[in-house]
């Protein structure tokens, strides 16, 4: 059974008080004692301080930064191939992403895959293959299949709700049966295989699905995903990767519990989404943020976050995160930027990357459509 670790209470205010949306208890049992937590913390809060006074002194985050935005293929170049396919993931280094991200999840048998969905029924034939291995609830998820099982099921492009057509109609047709689920191990090797035969070096912007559920279906879904980074060579702060995911005490779990030295994000929702036992309100106060300097290196919100609505006069308004953030010595990645799915504040592509790129002066985008954003940004930027 797994055991609860409520020590990071006494270090600093928890954000959800232990007791999150499914109304159990969260974290694990540390092998550290309370002394050895509170030292790391310690260290770790009085690095936070030294960023602030080096903001205080005029040495701004913006100044810290590195000199040009990421491109973050979000799930492959997945606004032309269905997503986290090995195809899209080709295409998106092909296309000049920096990182390529994939959302991970655990098979019945601990395998790593790189699906966005607990579920199966948006982007595979799982219907027709398995029927009678969904759920009470009519669904099929991918932690009651094996590995090999999910490998004989075709990824096809996003469904909508209703199954009946593609949740993007513009993109890749809906019905075809050329591409399979992919593990993490596959993703990395060939990533790592195009980084050798182009003389690129693409990261990986990893993130852990819903940690907190898995732990509930019986799986730790960070230890597998960390062990097998550890494997392909990812181990340090310098290395082309970032773990990302929306569960605080996850993230916290890595710094603390797992010692992990890899640049971790803090993607932030909203609480109506229901993704986390995170409560994201808190996470946006400059109290939440400050908490969050001290075991993330950056944070990953949506754009609506960030530009809070239009003035009267139709001007982009944005909210101060991306600065408070920066400020705080951390990186600023939104997501998601799509050219066929603009937010109401912008009336072009091209407008919603001058707001994120020139006026919010953001670190970098998740974009499912890589080259338009590189394109933008060679001549612009
Ligand atoms: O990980 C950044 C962004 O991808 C978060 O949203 O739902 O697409 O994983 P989602
Ligand atoms: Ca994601």
Same mark, same amino acid.
């Given at each position: 059974?797994?055991?609860?670790?409520?020590?990071?209470?006494?270090?600093?205010?928890?954000?959800?008080?232990?007791?999150?949306? *499914?109304?159990?208890?969260?974290?694990?049992?540390?092998?550290?004692?309370?002394?050895?937590?509170?030292?790391?913390?310690?260290?770790?809060?009085?690095?936070?301080?030294?960023? /602030?006074?080096?903001?205080?002194?005029?040495?701004?985050?913006?100044?810290?930064?590195?000199?040009?935005?990421?491109?973050?293929?979000?799930?492959?170049?997945?606004?032309?191939?269905?997503?986290?396919?090995?195809?899209?993931?080709?295409?998106?280094?092909?296309?000049?992403?920096?990182?390529?991200?994939? =959302?991970?999840?655990?098979?019945?048998?601990?395998?790593?895959?790189?699906?966005?969905?607990?579920?199966?029924?948006?982007?595979?034939?799982?219907?027709?293959?398995?029927?009678?291995?969904?759920? +009470?609830?009519?669904?099929?998820?991918?932690? =009651?299949?094996?590995?090999?099982?999910?490998? +004989?099921?075709?990824?096809?492009?996003?469904?909508?709700?209703?199954?009946?057509?593609? +949740?993007?109609? *513009?993109?890749?047709?809906?019905?075809?049966?050329?591409?399979?689920?992919?593990?993490?191990?596959?993703?990395?090797?060939?990533?790592?295989?195009?980084?050798?035969?182009?003389?690129?070096?693409?990261?990986?912007?990893?993130?852990?699905? =819903?940690?907190?559920?898995?732990?509930?279906?019986?799986?730790?879904?960070?230890?597998?995903?960390?062990?097998?980074?550890?494997?392909?060579?990812?181990?340090?702060?310098?290395?082309?990767?970032?773990?990302?995911?929306?569960?605080?005490?996850?993230?916290?779990?890595?710094?603390?519990?797992?010692?992990?030295?890899?640049?971790?994000?803090?993607?932030?929702?909203?609480?109506?989404?229901?993704?986390?036992?995170?409560?994201?309100? *808190? /996470?946006?106060?400059?109290?939440?943020?400050?908490?969050?300097?001290?075991?993330?290196?950056?944070?990953?919100?949506?754009?609506?976050?960030?530009?809070?609505?239009?003035?009267?006069? $139709?001007?982009?308004?944005?909210?101060?995160?991306?600065?408070?953030?920066?400020?705080? $010595?951390?990186?600023?990645?939104?997501?998601?930027?799509?050219?066929?799915?603009?937010? $109401?504040?912008?009336?072009?592509?091209?407008?919603?990357?001058?707001?994120?790129?020139?006026?919010?002066?953001?670190?970098?985008?998740?974009?499912?459509?890589?080259?338009?954003? *590189?394109?933008?940004?060679?001549?612009?930027?």
């Amino acid at each position: 059974m797994v055991k609860v670790w409520t020590n990071w209470g006494a270090v600093l205010p928890n954000p959800c008080n232990c007791r999150g949306l *499914r109304g159990r208890n969260i974290g694990f049992e540390s092998p550290f004692s309370h002394h050895d937590i509170k030292q790391k913390m310690q260290k770790r809060i009085i690095l936070v301080f030294l960023t /602030l006074i080096l903001w205080k002194t005029g040495i701004s985050g913006q100044e810290l930064k590195s000199q040009s935005p990421l491109v973050i293929a979000h799930r492959g170049a997945s606004g032309y191939l269905p997503e986290h396919t090995l195809a899209a993931v080709a295409l998106a280094h092909g296309l000049g992403a920096d990182f390529i991200e994939q =959302d991970v999840i655990l098979t019945q048998d601990n395998q790593p895959v790189v699906l966005h969905d607990l579920t199966l029924d948006a982007t595979t034939n799982v219907n027709n293959l398995f029927p009678g291995r969904n759920r +009470k609830n009519g669904l099929f998820y991918a932690i =009651d299949f094996t590995l090999a099982e999910l490998k +004989k099921l075709s990824v096809r492009e996003r469904g909508n709700r209703s199954g009946t057509e593609s +949740k993007y109609p *513009r993109r890749f047709p809906g019905k075809s049966a050329l591409f399979k689920i992919i593990t993490l191990q596959e993703e990395i090797e060939l990533i790592q295989g195009m980084n050798k035969s182009t003389g690129r070096n693409v990261g990986l912007f990893v993130e852990l699905k =819903d940690p907190e559920w898995h732990r509930q279906e019986g799986k730790d879904l960070s230890a597998v995903v960390m062990k097998l980074l550890e494997h392909y060579g990812y181990k340090t702060a310098k290395d082309r990767v970032y773990v990302q995911s929306f569960s605080a005490n996850e993230l916290k779990r890595l710094r603390l519990e797992f010692e992990t030295k890899l640049k971790l994000v803090q993607l932030i929702g909203e609480n109506r989404w229901r993704l986390s036992e995170t409560d994201f309100n *808190r /996470l946006l106060t400059a109290e939440g943020l400050a908490e969050v300097a001290v075991y993330a290196d950056g944070i990953g919100p949506w754009i609506k976050q960030i530009v809070g609505g239009n003035s009267f006069f $139709g001007n982009p308004e944005l909210t101060s995160l991306v600065s408070d953030a920066q400020s705080l $010595g951390m990186k600023v990645f939104p997501y998601t930027i799509r050219s066929d799915a603009l937010p $109401g504040f912008s009336s072009s592509f091209e407008e919603l990357l001058d707001i994120m790129f020139k006026q919010a002066k953001v670190d970098g985008v998740f974009t499912d459509f890589p080259d338009k954003v *590189r394109s933008f940004l060679k001549l612009q930027i």
